[in-house]
């Protein structure tokens, strides 16, 4: 089950208004959620949900899958921007980041939060505070469908492939979709009418955190993001 502090963080996220703490280095300045809104919906025809990075580096390597499953559907994506303004050589910034990412699995108050554990995690090996999740140096995360998981990352696989062979000083674009002012990507498999939508996450370890009602049925799904948070409010 998530920990007191990241439960009051995961309970106010998505309340525009809420104050998650005060920014890093400067605690007169507080982090406030000034907007939550839809991104998108994504299609999870096997009901069967990836939240890992995109950027795999071992292309046969096995992306994290939830255990839990999911009816098989499409599914709203929304985010939490928040703002925590700041002054930097004389030129003024919003300091407007995305704090949380949601899959929306259906309506419904949350009870309890606890830890999305993947399909081969060996749930007796762990311990109090341990945490599980997916890991990135990119502080980019994604939710995607399972079985069209290697036609949905193709093109960050080709994008890192044509980084490698570009001459030095070349752009190279992805072909992706983007949204939300270029926070999120998007990748469509029509043939198996999937989706899967980027979006920031924490470098190192993230962890999908699922949303359960009082009656245990699973309502969200949520991951952090990228924070410069010192405190919670």
Do not use: N
């Amino acid at each position: 089950m998530a920990a007191p502090q990241v439960r009051a963080y995961l309970d106010a996220v998505f309340k525009p208004g809420a104050r998650l703490g005060v920014r890093r280095g400067d605690p007169l300045t507080f982090v406030e959620v000034v907007e939550v809104a839809r991104v998108a919906s994504i299609r999870v025809p096997s009901g069967r949900l990836v939240v890992d990075t995109p950027w795999l580096e071992d292309e046969d390597g096995e992306p994290r899958q939830l255990a839990v499953r999911i009816p098989p559907g499409a599914y709203r994506v929304d985010a939490a921007w928040t703002e925590a303004p700041y002054e930097f050589m004389g030129e003024f910034f919003s300091g407007r980041e995305v704090a949380a990412t949601r899959l929306r699995v259906r309506e419904g108050t949350v009870a309890v939060w606890e830890m999305g554990l993947a399909a081969d995690d060996d749930i007796e090996r762990l311990r109090q505070g341990d945490k599980v999740g997916f890991t990135t140096d990119t502080s980019m995360g994604s939710f995607g469908d399972a079985t069209a998981w290697p036609t949905l990352t193709a093109p960050f696989r080709k994008f890192w492939e044509q980084c490698r062979t570009a001459t030095p000083g070349a752009l190279v674009s992805r072909d992706t979709e983007s949204l939300g002012g270029g926070e999120f990507e998007m990748v469509r498999d029509e043939a198996r009418g999937a989706d899967l939508i980027t979006f920031s996450a924490t470098e190192g370890l993230s962890v999908a955190w699922l949303g359960r009602t009082e009656t245990g049925e699973l309502s969200s799904i949520v991951v952090m993001g990228h924070m410069g948070i010192e405190t919670l409010a």
